[in-house]
Structure formats: structure tokens, C-alpha cells
């Protein structure tokens, strides 16, 4: 297969899926249209998760916190106080960032489980305030009535117009990531997930290069949050449960955490799945756990590794790793 | 005033015993397997409802203590054998395969219990109104200090006192060196595991006496277990007395004093340890 | 190997590259270095020997940061760094390699040698690393100097050992430091792999100081300058090669008959 | 890459083929339901859907010669996966009707959502009174009650014919017992009452109630507690209120929901004679409850609750309205005018009629206690009836919509601090021994 | 004990590329530098590291595919580089932890590992951690004795030791071939080696690619020059 004829199908299949998507309100049916703008939502989500488990080989458990906090931080400055579009929203940016560093620069001076408990631990403290503060964040009823503003005379609350500003985003947000992943900065990430000894060694700044790469995480889930809560109408505590979290690693594996369109591939494949098996059983829980179950015993690599399988049998050592986050694997 | 401080203490230390039963079996599970079981909350809940069932069909408690922890043990067993070892070493598919695990479990419950809170009815010999020192408290409570306290003393002892406690301290420290000594380690695993959720079968069945079982507790139930050893420090069977005496004071407190910041609360010493010190109050650095 | 790291010698202008002194690490209640006192001038090629566990491999790591030392001073060009972390050891230009092997494992050769040579740049957030030529042309460079150019698209993991042991060094070079350490860089290569690299060594310029903990003493005495033989944490002796192929005692520890 | 390509195109027409075929036939109606299913509060979602199953059943799932096709959908209990669920409803199955909604904030986020779709919403058991209020619009049909409906009767009762002046309140924090405490408070004051001090806890994450039980002072004259919460919370409480020996000290009250069945038949029987307020009780004698509480009885094999019962007499309406349609609904305007016209006065739980302007509930109070039936069983048996009781009580709307939504802080825990006007409505609740 | 062909990698790093050993009665040492796969062939012979081709044959079985502790189990006993004695468990828990009886006369018993190192027994409770370098080296070694093993891995057992600690396990090592237990010993310390191994081989890049017996290649200078570089 020459590599450009491998190009040509790409680009040709890329601008498939390009116009498949902007053109969707125009074929298919408004529930479809709301489904997807979940998964683009969930996508940001699932971006800001596979970043840290992919590139950074870092499990955080926190990234439906920032994606819940930007949504009350919308839902409190605009709907409850009247604070016009873009300064709420940029609030809402900057609380998730200011947020995403403080916890950052505690997380970050652990690795790997711990990694993981702490983060989990940070999550569930957001989770718990947003529970049980009734005062400001109206506790477990949350804040309802989150409206997508209307600029220039157009007016995202219309499913379709949402949809292609949301798709309009993810695209940025999309092209900008895969932008960052081959950067140096990407690199010196991936550096820092195989051997962060090394890193230092060679004199980089790992610790802050790993807070960076959280708070691009943050903001990631965070503009997800924000999608979120227009596209709902409502911001609650559960929008940033354990459960939910869960949910969105899971998916990030199901896709496959080491490709890069690995988060985007389980959203779509996940959200659909929820849809669908939700209106054939009652026992969609267990048939999704079930799901889950089998692919991580038989499907390590998620749904695109299948792909790899057939193109290279010999067994792709990265999907290993990565998924292994081998802990502690002595030297000798 | 007395006697509400006494009674709030006495509150504190009956959590504290629940804390400490639902602590002990997934910190020991995880200083040895690194196993961050998160199907613990679940475990729970079906030991609880288990134990619900037995009770409701024969009136024996005791039975319902012994079957529902049993059960809940031979499942742990059973995904132990089955499914863990498959991915054994690898932390986040362990840990992801728990979670499915949960999530399935707490569906089937579901399905089969309902959703309405059920207790295990306490016969009357098991939770006589205790009167000490000018107040009224329930005999059970009582009990389940003791028991919690008498589990803590098997586990020292099973743990320092045997040479099954000892294979399994090795296990903990080097599992490699363990094995080529002749330490079978995945029997070990399979032991430590099936103990765990034995231990959180009888929390189940505990709590659900003397609380309620309802869906969605295991998730409040998953992170309280979650919190007591992050705080004591994972794999720290000490620690997690120590976690589970400060955080069952601590939540007996704050709800008589802040009840809607309660839960809200016990994070609150888990942040200031885990900023100060990531392995927790007694953990061993990982 | 022209440009060297940092911006000029005549900043630190220290004719010595690394001066120990009296350098003192224990573990629990084992001392594995023992008050050790080093002088290593600008330009010297520096071997350590001494036997296994004879706390080589300890001391490199208090001199490149990763262990704190619980007494003594480390200065490298004439800076006290005893406090320095270890990435601000890097930045005066330390490189060092490691008895085993620290890669990337799932980089590419090419990727592992870029990060070594731009760790010094500013981290870009979102041009592609490819388009810094001048940063990938001395990771190329670096590559020819390793025999790793046909590697380059080459993932880490599928190397040989051999092929891994060079991109160690590969990216010590890269880094282009000041002062460079090697750790048992010929731990299992190949004789003929062993020359090569004993070639490399004696290729890098002279404005490059090379410490070297080797058991292979052909290759310690083919390329260095001086050398300094430990055990028990201590040093022993110090000198030349030929003064310490005849020293009767690092004979008897090292080479020689204690154990008939 | 080529490989996701492939997927992404396969899973999106996927989506499409099954998508495409929801649109309903001509002789179908679509109803959808959203309720709690899972989560803390599943046990009433369930008794909802065996309600409207059961009045479904008996209509034979047609009206009208058109077949009704309910689509049921869990919302966990969680306002954000509601008002998800609510939006496929609407967008995927194009529902004629939506009902269901068990909580109280579960329904105001519903409400909100449904707000510009022509759609009319039926509450089943969420009683947030701002639903028919101030946040009502004229697509909301609520044939079953608000959260302050029956405590404003209750407490009224308590201060002016029981003269209870003190009560302490320990209530679940969202807006339902809101909503039941602020109803309770106005009646409580206007009875005479002075003080009803209040906690709130947060809803099911507090197990262990025992601390918040030991903090009730026991010397400072409170005539009761009330525990204003339901479903776990509920029974947790009550079981160790009773096991810290407080029953003996101060009695127990309850919100609406406190001892609803089934939860009520796990708790301990030292709560027996504890009162609470409902629209129905366990024990009506009428033909109406008989004849439904005896087809519930054979159809799920256990008693109905209140729960059960609104949603019974919810779908009753939806499908007599319908039938008053003959069977159109596409002017959803009309249709919900029909449902404010159909007649409810054989409703099991008591005659039950809809105010024209709000669309919610005139119907009877219960008070009731609890009680152990021959078979050791707990219930609530009647004490009074109050009849035709609206959401405003005694008061004018007008006034009553002048003063602020009920939450955590308001209305006020003393009497002094309640406007006076509030305090001085006109008319007096009748109390009727029950079964008269 | 017979190696033969063993080819072990660690991910795709081919470690022992054809490695051959063969233990009768007696005490072997493999020598080589470092990186060589020493102790690679040691974990791979135990089962830490399953080789991916060849085979391990103990007593006539082939026992490379079977997991370590059964492996241990069989008689061979292992005493890793680096002691890796275990933290938590005292002195007298590393050897009854390990200790497995077998009728026979002269079976090792922690007393009888407590007789020939007094200083363990005066130091019992203590954690194996706190012990010097010597006595963990004569922990490490006790712990694999009570197993009552044929057939010994002894991976490095000099380093890091003073000399008189060596003596000390160099003399232990004679008293077990004294004892009928075979060693299979690894070492960079050719003297350590020389001291009681009948055989050697040399291993270079994960190959055996000398053998002789000991006394032979000890006293030809020219071939410890070529294989080891000495």
C-alpha cells in the first residue's frame, strides 16, 4: 500500500465523516442531532480523561468535577445573577483552571494508584459540596433553567444551531489537542509517561510539565461542562457523581486510552449503546456492565485495537503499557 | 449536654466499628494485591440483602450473618479465580473489571430486591435497650463494637500470629521473592481476596441491621470505605483502626453540629493527610 | 559535538568539572558511600571501578541528584550543587546514562534523541516538534554518533538490548552536556559493540568531561585518563591506568588474590 | 484511522435506521413516563408504575379505539438524566403526553424543559407547589397534590385542637420537604404554634441519624418531632429515634411520606399511633377504594400506597380526557381543557376536582396515625378528614403567591416572624371524624 | 539441573540467547559480567522470568513452564541478588514463613540455620531489614535452606559484603556441599567462585560461551582476560 494512495482513503474518508457530520440535522432526526451533541459533550469529556490516560499515562478521577464546576459556574453567574454570554463563560473557564491547579499541584507530587485515589478523592469532594451545599448550589436539586444565549440574532437553543456550534468547537478542540500531542510538548508528555526518572534526568521540568498537561485536561472537561449544561438545561451534583465518572473511563477504554481517537470513538460508541440498550431492557445497567467487563478482560486495547490487531499481529507493547500502568515494576 | 456528648461519642464508635469491618478487608486486599477493589460498595449491599433474605425466610440473624458473609466471600472468591487473574498486575484493568463488577451486582440486586430500603430485623435478645450512665442506648450498637473489635484482634492475630499471616505479609512486601521461596502467592491472593469480601459481607449484614439497605448505598458506602483507607493509610490494618475511630467520630459530630456539611466532612481530613502525606497516616510509601 | 551545552565556559570558569567532597550515604544501617572525595578536571576522562555493591552506581546518583547525599559537598564547574535538584543539575550540563537501561520504551529512537537534545528549549505548546529542525538535526546527529541512524522510526521496545545500551548514550550526547556520566555503558554488549562505543567515547570532544563506572577494563584503560577505585563506599586508590594496574591493593581487592 | 472511519460511518447509520422508525402510527397514542426506577427514591417510582399499569390494564391500553403505547424511562432519580430523558421523549418518540415525576425538583426540572413544547405534563406524585404556581403554564395538569396541601392541615389541627405550641423539625434538604415544612409552619402558626425549629440533612448519604436524634433537646418543651423526609432516610431515622428511647420522651410525627406503605411495614411498632397527613389512608372504607385497593391487591399482591394511587388517578384522566377528545390529540390545548373538566368524583382516594386556573388538585385530607393491623402489619388509619382542601388552603392566592417560594429558610421558624396577613386567613379547615 | 537453549526476553529485549547449563552433584558457577543474563538465567530456571523457548529440566522433569512456587517447591531453593529479604517479617518468620520439614536425619531446621549463623539468633524479632549486610546475606540463604532444597541458586551472594562476611558464606556454601546440596551459583567475583565450584561457565551476551571445569579456567589468566576481561 503506497503511502499516498493510504492518504488519499484518508482524506477522502475524513471529509466523509466531515460532511456527514455538518450536514447531519439536515438528514436525520432531532433526537439524533441531541444525541450527538451529547457525544460531543461527553467527546470533551472523554478527550480530557484519554489526554491524561493516554499521553500522560495518568488516571484522573477528577475530570467530571471541572466538568461539572464550569456548568454551576454558568448556571450561577447567568441564569441565577444574569451575567451576559462570554464573561460567564470565561468565568467558568477560569474557575476550572484556577481549580484544576490548586488540586494539580497536590496530585501531582503522586504517581500512578495513588494518583488515581487522590484524584478520585478530589472528585468526591466537589461531588459532596455540590451535594450538600444548599445554600449557594441548591444541593442535590441543583441549578435548572441554563439557556444557550443567542448572538447575533441566532439562537443556539435550537437543537440544530447548537449542534454545529458544539461541532464547531470539539472541531477546534480536536484539531488544537492533536496539535499539542505532536508538539514537543506532546512529546515531552509521552516522555514523562514512559520514564519520568529519565525526564528529569535530561532536565525537564516534570512536575510541571504534568500539572500543564492537567490543566489542559481541565479545560478540556471544563468547555465540556459548559456544552453540557446549555445543551440540558440544568446543572446537578450527579453530573459530577462517582457514577459518571466511572462511566467516562470506561468509555475512554472501551475506545481505546493509547489512539487518539480512541475517547471519541468509545463516547460515540457508549452514548449509543446507553440509548439503545436503555429502551430494550430494564436491566441496562447490567448489560452495559457486562459489556464493559468483557472488554477489558478480552479487549484491552479498546474497539480500535481490533484494527491494529489485523494490521500487526504481533501484539502492539503500547496498548500493554499503557494499560498496565505498570506499577513500580522493579528494575532488576 | 452530658448526655448528648455521650451519646454522640457512643455514635461515633458504633461508626466507627461499621468503618472499621468495611475498612480492614480492602486496605488488606490492597497492601497485598494492589487491587483497588471498587466493587466493595456492592459486595456490601449484597451481603446486606443476602443476609435480608435469610432473615426474612427463617427469623435466624446469626444464620443471616454466616450466609451473607459466606456468599459474599465465595463470590469474591469466584471473581477472584476467574476474572482478576486474568489481568493480574496490570492496576487499571484490575480496578476497571471491579467496577463493572459493581455495576452489575448492583443492577442484579435491583432487579431481584427492589428498590424499597429493607432492614434485617433484629430479634429482640440481639438489641436490648442498654441504660449506662443515664442514658438509653441500643444493645446492638454494643455488639457491634464488640464484634468489630473482635475482628480486629483475629486479624492481628491470623496476620502476626501465623505463618498464613506471615506468607501473606511477604506477599505484601515481595511477591516475587515470596513465590520462588515456595509461597504458592496466588492461592494467597485468592485467600486475601475471599477475606475481604467476607469481611465486607459481615459489614453488610451489619449494616444493614442496624442501618438500612437501599440501592445507591453502595456507592456512599464504596467511598466511605474509600476515605477510611486513604486516611489511614492503604494497607495498614492500624491505620485503618485509627481512620475509622476519627472519621466515625467525626461524621457523629458534624451531623449533630453541621448536618448538611456531614458527609461533606469526612473528606476534609483525607485532603489536609493525602496534601501532607500521600500514604496516608500509616501507609508505607508506594 | 561542537555546541555544548550552556551559554559559555567562560562563565563558569572552574577548572575542575566535579569536586566531591567527603561524600557520605547510608542506607538503613548499610553505609553504602563513605565519605568519598573526587576531583575530576575540565576535559578528563574519569573511570570508576571497584566491585559489585561497591557503591559506584550510589555515588552517581547523589552527583546527578536523584539521591540526596546525608553529608558532604558536590560542585559541578565550580557551582555548589549539593542542594540543586535534578533538573537543574541537567541544566549546567550533567548527562548521564544508567546501568539499566532508562528509555522510552514506546518512543521512537527518533522521539527519545529529540527530547534528549530539546530539553533545554522553551516546552512549545503546539508547533509540531518535527519543524524544530535545528533541535531534530542534533538528534540526527546524535543518532549518527550512536550507530542508531537506520533506527531512527524505530520504536524503543523493539531495539536489542545492544541497540538500547547505545541510546542511552545516545541521549547523554544529545543533551550536549558539560559533564557526562556513564553508568556501566557496555553492560552487555557485544566485543564488537564494545568498540564502537569505546570509539564514540574517545571521539567526544575534549571541552567534555566523561565520567565512567565500567567492569570492562579494557576499555577503562583504553580510554581513561585517571582512575578512581572504591569499595566499601570508600575510595581506595586514584591515579593513572598504569599506577593502578600496579597498586598492590586494588590487585588484591579488585583484580588480585584475596580469595585463593 | 481508516478503521474508525468505517465505524464512524457504520455506528451513524446505525443510528439512523433506528431512528427513523419511531414516528407513531396514525391509531397510537404515545405517553411517556419518566420516574425513578433506581436510586433512593425507586421504591415510589415503582409503585407509580404499578398504578398507571394498573390503570392502564383495565382500560385494555386503548382509548378511543386508539392503542396507548407508554414508554417508560428511569431517570435514577437525577434531575440532569430527567431532563435528558424528558428530550428524547419529546424528540425521538414524539410523545403526546408526558407524566410520571416522582420528586419535587425532579418535576420543576421537567417542567422547565417542557415548558415551549406543546406538550401537556402530568405530575404524578412530584408536589413541588411551584409547579402549579409560580412556575406553572398552562400545559401542566397536576390531579394529585402539593407538598404543602396536607401539612397546612396538619399542623393546623396540631396547634388549634391538640394546642401544641413546639415542634422540631429534622427534614431531608430539597425542595418536597420544602415544601411540606413551609405548608406545616403556616398551618402550625396560624393554628397558634410558636416555634418549629428546623435541621435539614442532606438526602441519602446520612446513614447513621442517631447524632442528629441526640441532638434534639429533650428539656425545652418541643410537643413533637417531625421527621419531614421519606423513603430510606425515613425508616432509618424512625428506627433509631425508637431504639435511642426518644419515643418515650417526645412523640414522633411524620410529613406525608414519613409512613407511607411499604416503608412503613419496616419499621418498629413502637411507632404506632405517630400521625402524619395524606390525601388517602390505608383504611378507607369507601366503594371506590375498596373496589381499587382489592384490583391492586390481585394484580401486584400487596396494598396500594398514595403513590400508587396518584398515578392510578392520574392515567385514569389522561385516558378520560382523551376519551372526551374521541381520541384526538393533536390540539393539546383542548386536550388539556378536557382533562380539567373530567370528573373525578369516584377518585379511590375521594372526590377529586381540578382548579381551573392552576390545574391542580381540590380533593380530602387525611389524618392519620399508624396503626398494626390483625396480621401485625403497619398502616395508616384514618383519624379526620378535611374535604375539598385546594393548594392554598385558607388562603387568597393572590396573597400566598406574594410571599417567596418555600426553602431551606423560609417560612421562618417562628411564629413572630411570619407576616401577619399569613397568620390571619380566613377560613377554617372542617375537621370530620374520619369515614364520615 | 539441565538448561539447555534457553531464550528468555524481557518485552522484546532477548536476555539469554541460548543459554546451556548443566548441573550434576556439585556446585556450578556461571560467570560474566554484568548484563550478561545472569541473573536472568536464575529468574528463568525459577519461573520469574518463563524463558520462551527451551527447556529446564530438574530430575528428569521439565519444569520450565511451571509457575515459581511450584518450582521451589520441588527442591530447588532460591536466594535472589540483593538478599530481598522481606520487611515486615522478623528473622525468626523468614524461616518458619519458608520451612519445610522432610524426614530425613539431617534436615534443615530454622534451629539448624540459627546454629550455623548465631548472630540470626540473637537477633530473632528483629525485622529482616534491620540486619547488616552479612546477616541478611545469611538470612537470604538460611530462608532457602529450610526449604531442604537439592539444588541451590545462589544469585551474587558477595555483593556488596566485606570480606569477612564472604568467608563467612563462602564457608556455608562448602558445609553444603559437605550436605549433598548442589549449587548453582552466579557471581562476577571469580574468587568467590573458585572457592568451591567445580564447574564453570562463562556467559556473554545471554550465551554460554565457555565451560570448563574450574580449576582450568581459573589458573589460564589468558582466559579470564577473554571472558571476563579480568
Known amino acids: 500500500m503506497s503511502r499516498t494512495g493510504a492518504n488519499r482513503r484518508r482524506l477522502v474518508f475524513g471529509t466523509g465523516v466531515i460532511v ?18 451529547r457525544i460531543i459533550y461527553f467527546g470533551f469529556l472523554a478527550l480530557s480523561v484519554g489526554m491524561l490516560v493516554g499521553q500522560a499515562g495518568m488516571v484522573s478521577l477528577t475530570q467530571t468535577a471541572f466538568f461539572g464546576l464550569s456548568g454551576y459556574v454558568i448556571g450561577l453567574l447567568g441564569t441565577e445573577r444574569g451575567m451576559p454570554f462570554p464573561l460567564r463563560d470565561l468565568i467558568a473557564i477560569g474557575a476550572v483552571l484556577i481549580t484544576a491547579l490548586v488540586f494539580g499541584l497536590i496530585a501531582m507530587r503522586t504517581h500512578q494508584i495513588v494518583f488515581l485515589m487522590i484524584t478520585l478523592a478530589f472528585g468526591q469532594i466537589c461531588w459532596a459540596f455540590a451535594q450538600q451545599n444548599t ?10 433553567g441554563i439557556r444557550p444565549p443567542t448572538i447575533l440574532g441566532v439562537n443556539f437553543g435550537r437543537t440544530s444551531n447548537f449542534y454545529w456550534a458544539a461541532l464547531f468547537i470539539i472541531a477546534i478542540g480536536i484539531y488544537t489537542l492533536r496539535r499539542l500531542i505532536h508538539s514537543p510538548f506532546g512529546l515531552a508528555l509521552n516522555g514523562i509517561r514512559e520514564n519520568p526518572r529519565r525526564m528529569s534526568a535530561l532536565g525537564y521540568p516534570v512536575y510541571w510539565i504534568r500539572v500543564a498537561s492537567f490543566l489542559v485536561a481541565a479545560l478540556y472537561a471544563g468547555v465540556g461542562g459548559i456544552l453540557a449544561a446549555y445543551s440540558t438545561g440544568i446543572v446537578t451534583p450527579t453530573t459530577m457523581q462517582l457514577s459518571r465518572t466511572i462511566w467516562v473511563l470506561l468509555t475512554v477504554i472501551l475506545g481505546g486510552a493509547s489512539y487518539f481517537w480512541g475517547p471519541i470513538v468509545g463516547t460515540i460508541i457508549a452514548v449509543w449503546l446507553d440509548v439503545l440498550i436503555s429502551q430494550g431492557t430494564a436491566r441496562y445497567n447490567t448489560v452495559i456492565g457486562f459489556i464493559f467487563l468483557m472488554t477489558v478482560l478480552f479487549l484491552p486495547g479498546g474497539v480500535l485495537s481490533i484494527a491494529e490487531f489485523f494490521r500487526d499481529r504481533a501484539n502492539n507493547p503500547l496498548l500493554d503499557r499503557i494499560f498496565r500502568l505498570k506499577s513500580g515494576e522493579k528494575n532488576k | 449536654m452530658y448526655t448528648k456528648f455521650l451519646i454522640l461519642i457512643l455514635n461515633g464508635l458504633t461508626q466507627a466499628a461499621i468503618f472499621f469491618v468495611l475498612g480492614s478487608g480492602l486496605t488488606l486486599a490492597f497492601g497485598l494485591m494492589r487491587v483497588m477493589n471498587l466493587s466493595h460498595g456492592a459486595f456490601y449491599l449484597l451481603g446486606g440483602y443476602i443476609g435480608y433474605s435469610v432473615v426474612h425466610a427463617t427469623h435466624n440473624w446469626p444464620l443471616a450473618l454466616v450466609a451473607g458473609s459466606l456468599s459474599i466471600a465465595l463470590l469474591g472468591f469466584l471473581f477472584e479465580r476467574t476474572m482478576l487473574v486474568r489481568v493480574r498486575g496490570g492496576d487499571l484493568p484490575e480496578t476497571l473489571l471491579t467496577i463493572a463488577l459493581s455495576m452489575i451486582i448492583a443492577d442484579v440486586s435491583l432487579a431481584i430486591w427492589g428498590g424499597h430500603p429493607l432492614t434485617l430485623n433484629l430479634p429482640a435478645y440481639l438489641n436490648p435497650p442498654i441504660r449506662i450512665l443515664g442514658i438509653t442506648y441500643p444493645g446492638f450498637r454494643f455488639i457491634l463494637m464488640g464484634l468489630s473489635v473482635l475482628i480486629a484482634f483475629s486479624l492481628w492475630l491470623i496476620l502476626y500470629r501465623t505463618k498464613l499471616g506471615a506468607s501473606v505479609r511477604a506477599g505484601v512486601d515481595d511477591r516475587e521473592t515470596a513465590s520462588a521461596l515456595g509461597v504458592n502467592v496466588d492461592k494467597i491472593y485468592s485467600f486475601v481476596f475471599a477475606l475481604s469480601a467476607l469481611l465486607v459481607g459481615v459489614a453488610g449484614v451489619l449494616g444493614g441491621s442496624y442501618l438500612q439497605l437501599s440501592p445507591g448505598s453502595d456507592t456512599t458506602i464504596l467511598t466511605y470505605s474509600l476515605v477510611i483507607i486513604i486516611l489511614g493509610g492503604m494497607g495498614s490494618l492500624l491505620g485503618t483502626v485509627v481512620s475509622s475511630l476519627i472519621l466515625g467520630q467525626l461524621l457523629s459530630f458534624g451531623l449533630a453540629y453541621a448536618p448538611q456539611y456531614s458527609y461533606f466532612l469526612i473528606f476534609v481530613p483525607m485532603g489536609v493527610v493525602l496534601a501532607i502525606r500521600p500514604q496516608g497516616l500509616f501507609g508505607r510509601q508506594v | 559535538m561542537e555546541s555544548v551545552r550552556g551559554t559559555g565556559t567562560e562563565e563558569h570558569s572552574s577548572k575542575d568539572a566535579l569536586v566531591l567532597t567527603s561524600i557520605t550515604k547510608s542506607f538503613g544501617g548499610v553505609r553504602a558511600v563513605s565519605s568519598a572525595t573526587l576531583t575530576v578536571p575540565v576535559g578528563e576522562r574519569h573511570a570508576l571501578i571497584g566491585p559489585n555493591g561497591a557503591g559506584k552506581t550510589t555515588l552517581f546518583n547523589i552527583v546527578t541528584g536523584e539521591l540526596a547525599a546525608d553529608s558532604g559537598k558536590i560542585e559541578i564547574l565550580g557551582i555548589d550543587i549539593t542542594r540543586s535538584s535534578v533538573r537543574e543539575r541537567a541544566k549546567l550540563g550533567l548527562g548521564r546514562t544508567y546501568q539499566i537501561s532508562q528509555v522510552f520504551t514506546n518512543l521512537t529512537v527518533e522521539e527519545s ?56 548514550v545516545g541521549m547523554a550526547i544529545a543533551m550536549r552536556p558539560r559533564l557526562i556520566m556513564l553508568d556501566e555503558p557496555a553492560a552487555g554488549l557485544s566485543p564488537f559493540e564494545r568498540l564502537s562505543l569505546t570509539k564514540l567515547i574517545k571521539s567526544l570532544p575534549r571541552s567534555v568531561t566523561l565520567i565512567l563506572i565500567e567492569h570492562d577494563m579494557d576499555m577503562v584503560l583504553d580510554t581513561a585518563d585517571r582512575i578512581t577505585v572504591l569499595q566499601h563506599g570508600a575510595v581506595i586508590a586514584e591515579g593513572i591506568p598504569a599506577e593502578i594496574r600496579t597498586n598492590q591493593k586494588v590487585q588484591e581487592i579488585y583484580l588480585g588474590n584475596f580469595y585463593a | 484511522m481508516r478503521s474508525l472511519i468505517k465505524k464512524l460511518s457504520v455506528s451513524l447509520a446505525a443510528s439512523l435506521v433506528i431512528l427513523t422508525n419511531v414516528q407513531a402510527a396514525d391509531d397510537q397514542l ?149 415544601n411540606q415544612g413551609g405548608g406545616f409552619k403556616r398551618g402550625f402558626f396560624r393554628g397558634g404554634g410558636t416555634e418549629v425549629t428546623t435541621v435539614w440533612h442532606p438526602v441519602g448519604t446520612t446513614s447513621d441519624f442517631s447524632s442528629i436524634i441526640a441532638s434534639i433537646p429533650t428539656d425545652q418543651s418541643y410537643n413533637a418531632v417531625l421527621y419531614n423526609g421519606s423513603g430510606g432516610d425515613a425508616v432509618n431515622f424512625v428506627k433509631q429515634y425508637v431504639e435511642l428511647g426518644m419515643l418515650k420522651k417526645i412523640p414522633l410525627i411524620g410529613q406525608s411520606n414519613t409512613f407511607e406503605k411499604p416503608d412503613v411495614e419496616s419499621m418498629p411498632e413502637d411507632v404506632v399511633g405517630s400521625l402524619s397527613p395524606h390525601h388517602t389512608a390505608d383504611d378507607l372504607a369507601t366503594p371506590a377504594w375498596t373496589k381499587f385497593k382489592n384490583a391492586y391487591q390481585k394484580r401486584w399482591g400487596h396494598d396500594p400506597s398514595a403513590a400508587s394511587e396518584f398515578a392510578y388517578s392520574s392515567m385514569r384522566l389522561i385516558l378520560r380526557a382523551i376519551e372526551a377528545r374521541k381520541g384526538d390529540v393533536s390540539d393539546k390545548a383542548a386536550l388539556v381543557t378536557a382533562m380539567t373538566h373530567v370528573d373525578m368524583s369516584d377518585d379511590p382516594r375521594g372526590p377529586v376536582s381540578l382548579d381551573p386556573q392552576f390545574h391542580s388538585a381540590i380533593e380530602n385530607v387525611y389524618i392519620r396515625e399508624v396503626a398494626k393491623d390483625d396480621k401485625g402489619q403497619l398502616y395508616n388509619k384514618g383519624l379526620w378528614t378535611v374535604k375539598n382542601v385546594g393548594q392554598f388552603g385558607p ?36 375537621y370530620v371524624p374520619f369515614g364520615q | ?38 541473573t536472568t538465567l536464575l529468574r528463568s530456571v525459577m519461573g520469574l522470568t518463563p524463558p520462551r523457548s527451551g527447556s529446564v529440566q530438574w530430575r528428569g522433569e521439565e519444569i520450565s513452564r511451571k509457575k515459581p512456587f511450584a518450582i521451589a517447591s520441588m527442591g530447588i531453593g532460591y536466594v535472589p541478588q540483593g538478599r530481598r529479604l522481606f520487611p515486615s517479617l522478623s528473622v525468626e518468620e523468614h524461616l518458619t514463613l519458608t520451612y519445610r520439614p522432610k524426614r530425613t536425619a539431617n534436615q534443615w531446621t530454622p534451629q539448624r540455620v540459627y546454629d550455623i549463623f548465631p548472630e540470626l539468633a540473637q537477633r530473632r524479632k528483629l525485622s529482616g531489614s534491620r540486619l547488616s549486610g552479612g546477616e541478611q546475606q545469611m538470612l537470604a540463604m538460611g530462608r532457602a535452606l529450610v526449604t531442604n532444597p537439592s539444588l541451590i541458586l545462589l544469585d551474587e551472594p558477595s555483593e556488596g559484603l566485606a570480606p569477612i562476611a564472604i568467608e563467612r558464606i563462602v564457608e556455608t556454601c562448602r558445609e553444603l556441599r559437605k550436605a549433598n546440596i548442589s549449587i548453582l551459583l552466579v557471581e562476577q567475583n571469580i574468587h568467590v567462585a573458585a572457592a568451591f565450584a567445580e564447574r564453570i561457565y562463562v556467559l556473554l551476551s545471554g550465551v554460554t560461551v565457555y565451560e570448563s571445569g574450574a580449576k582450568a579456567f581459573l589458573e589460564n589468566p589468558d582466559l579470564r582476560q577473554k571472558y571476563l576481561g579480568l
Open chain 4, 30 to 178: 404515545k405517553v411517556g413516563f419518566i420516574s425513578a426506577f433506581t436510586g433512593v427514591f425507586s421504591s415510589f417510582g415503582q409503585q407509580q408504575k404499578e398504578g398507571a399499569v394498573l390503570a392502564l390494564e383495565e382500560a385494555n391500553y386503548t382509548v378511543a379505539g386508539k392503542k396507548v403505547d407508554v414508554v417508560y424511562e428511569d431517570d435514577q432519580l437525577d434531575n440532569e438524566q430527567a431532563v435528558t430523558k424528558a428530550k428524547k421523549l419529546v424528540v425521538q418518540d414524539k410523545i403526546d403526553i408526558l407524566t410520571g415525576l416522582v420528586s419535587g425538583d425532579e418535576g420543576l426540572s421537567v417542567g422547565d424543559y417542557m415548558k415551549d413544547k406543546n406538550i401537556p405534563v402530568i405530575p404524578m406524585y412530584s408536589a413541588s407547589e411551584d409547579m402549579t404556581m409560580r412556575a406553572f403554564y398552562p400545559m401542566i395538569v397536576r390531579a394529585t397534590w402539593t407538598g404543602a396541601q396536607s401539612m397546612d392541615v396538619f399542623g393546623y389541627w396540631l396547634a388549634k385542637v391538640k394546642g401544641w405550641k413546639k415542634i422540631y423539625a429534622i427534614g431531608q434538604d430539597y425542595s418536597y420537604p420544602y
Open chain 3, 113 to 168: 534523541l529529540f527530547l534528549a537534545a530539546a530539553a533545554e528549549q522553551t516546552m512549545q505548546f503546539l508547533n509540531p516538534w518535527r519543524k524544530s529542525a535545528k533541535v531534530v538535526n542534533l538528534a540526527h546527529e546524535a543518532a549518527e554518533q550512536v550507530h542508531l541512524t537506520s533506527y531512527l522510526q524505530r520504536r524503543v521496545s523493539e531495539l536489542s538490548h545492544g541497540a538500547q545500551r547505545q541510546l542511552e
Open chain 4, 395 to 430: 388562603y387568597d392566592p393572590q396573597l400566598y403567591l406574594k410571599q417567596p417560594s418555600d426553602s431551606g429558610s423560609y417560612p421562618p421558624d417562628q411564629r413572630s416572624a411570619l407576616p401577619p396577613d399569613m397568620l390571619q386567613a380566613g377560613s377554617e379547615y372542617q
Open chain 1, 135 to 144: 445554600s449557594l448550589l441548591h444541593g442535590w436539586a441543583g441549578i435548572r
Open chain 5, 1 to 38: 539441573m539441565e538448561v539447555s537453549d534457553l531464550h528468555t526476553y524481557y518485552g522484546k529485549s532477548h536476555v539469554l540467547q541460548g543459554c546451556t547449563v548443566t548441573v550434576e552433584q556439585g556446585c556450578v558457577a556461571v560467570l560474566g559480567r554484568n548484563g550478561m543474563g545472569k
Open chain 1, 20 to 37: 456527514l457530520a455538518v450536514l447531519l440535522p439536515l438528514y436525520a432526526g432531532e433526537y439524533t442531532v441531541t444525541t450527538f451533541t
